[in-house]
């Protein structure tokens, strides 16, 4: 037994008090500690919850703000505790790419994906990116392994400094798209559409090309017989810019005095001011016969095509889809020429940037205002045409030539 004089035993008291003390602050810290990360990761994750939200307003300035901001969460990947949030913000980014149509706001959020740096295995099926820039301006390299973009549209994007070995571009478009400094050993690109494609640096050692169209002659004497890329040196395929732009219009034959002055308008800023040639057809000019030809051979030789849409046929009252489950009744309906769709058809076909000049109340076929592609781009007739080098759709079509 102990024999502890009183002032050993203060002491003793003293110390265990100490100790205890000691001991609650430290848990008091760690109580605190943790409390306080749970209140920033329910902060952190209800701030994302309401970038998402954002990205669904009505306002067009605060789903902008909301597609910068979905960036944030890319620089969680290090970050064991938050890296869900990165597969989360990706994951929602391919979800609306699947459903939006071309434009600024799509273009911002496929341009964000960029900044994830890692999308192996991610699912972009289906999705629109069209005229995106998958690419890194400090040049880091995005890694693209094994991720799935089977049947999306890459039209006019362009993919820098990739490593996307065994990547899938199952029937995927690939429409003037630019591929560069890129590591697409073993891809698979089984039935994708390579129309203009351009090419550079890039290795493509083992890549599926069979059933893929519109391939570039570089790859004559590359592929093998099922259509694997058997060269290990890395592809360039010369530029598919062309030095001499030349603009085919599509118009009617017969127009009113202020239709045929638009069209001059526009012919004298593509002439005048870009220093482009016009292909002007005036209905006089066309031969008596072989008139689909001298069409087919002028858009051949164009770099890009306009058509306006001018008011040429009005009905009345009429039916539309008659004796079918769509039949409808038509009153005071205006349509453009039917020319209009043969010669963007064919422009289609030989892969022109379309622009489309329309009068108000034309909203038939190509002039549908539902149309969504990154090289088609719309101009109402009554814009301003002594501001067209400052129009953001003509600086949208020009630049795709």
């Not at 035993?9 to 001991?23: F, H, K, N, S």
């Not at 597609?67 to 990947?77: D, Q, V, W």
């Amino acid at each position: 037994m102990l024999n502890l004089s009183i002032s050993d035993l203060l002491q003793l008291i003293a110390i265990l008090g100490l100790v205890a003390a000691v001991v609650y602050g430290i848990l008091k810290f760690v109580s605190d500690f943790f409390q306080r990360e749970s209140t920033k990761r329910e902060n952190y994750y209800k701030s994302f919850d309401t970038v998402v939200a954002q990205l669904s307003s009505d306002v067009k300035t605060s789903q902008l703000s909301a597609a910068i901001l979905m960036r944030r969460y890319f620089k969680e990947i290090g970050n064991k505790k938050r890296a869900d949030l990165h597969l989360e913000a990706v994951n929602v980014i391919s979800s609306l790419l699947k459903v939006l149509p071309s434009g600024v706001l799509q273009k911002t959020l496929g341009d964000g994906l960029a900044y994830a740096t890692v999308l192996d295995k991610i699912d972009l099926q289906g999705t629109n990116l069209q005229n995106l820039y998958m690419g890194r301006k400090d040049d880091t390299c995005i890694s693209m392994a094994e991720t799935d973009m089977f049947m999306a549209d890459l039209s006019y994007a362009t993919l820098n400094n990739i490593d996307g070995r065994g990547a899938i571009f199952l029937d995927a478009i690939l429409f003037h798209t630019q591929i560069k400094n890129c590591d697409f050993t073993n891809a698979y690109f089984k039935g994708a559409d390579l129309s203009n494609v351009y090419f550079k640096d890039v290795q493509l050692y083992g890549a599926n090309f069979s059933q893929a169209t519109n391939l570039p002659v570089e790859f004559e004497g590359k592929l093998s017989s099922n259509g694997i890329f058997l060269s290990q040196e890395r592809l360039t395929t010369p530029s598919t810019r062309l030095e001499k732009k030349v603009v085919f219009f599509s118009m009617p034959g017969c127009m009113n005095k202020e239709d045929e002055i638009l069209t001059k308008d526009y012919k004298t800023f593509l002439e005048e001011e870009m220093q482009y040639e016009v292909i002007y057809y005036k209905k006089d000019e066309y031969p008596e016969f072989g008139q689909l030809n001298k069409i087919r051979q002028s858009i051949l030789n164009s770099t890009a095509m306009i058509a306006f849409g001018f008011k040429q046929i009005s009905i009345k009252e009429g039916i539309s889809l008659p004796n079918t489950a769509k039949e409808k009744n038509l009153f005071n309906v205006d349509l453009p020429t039917p020319w209009n769709e043969l010669e963007v058809g064919m422009g289609l076909m030989n892969h022109l940037p379309i622009l489309l000049v329309k009068s108000e109340g034309i909203s038939s076929g190509i002039f549908d205002s539902k149309l969504s592609e990154c090289f088609v781009a719309t101009i109402t007739a009554d814009s301003d045409n002594r501001e067209l080098k400052y129009n953001t759709e003509m600086k949208q079509w020009l630049s795709a030539f």
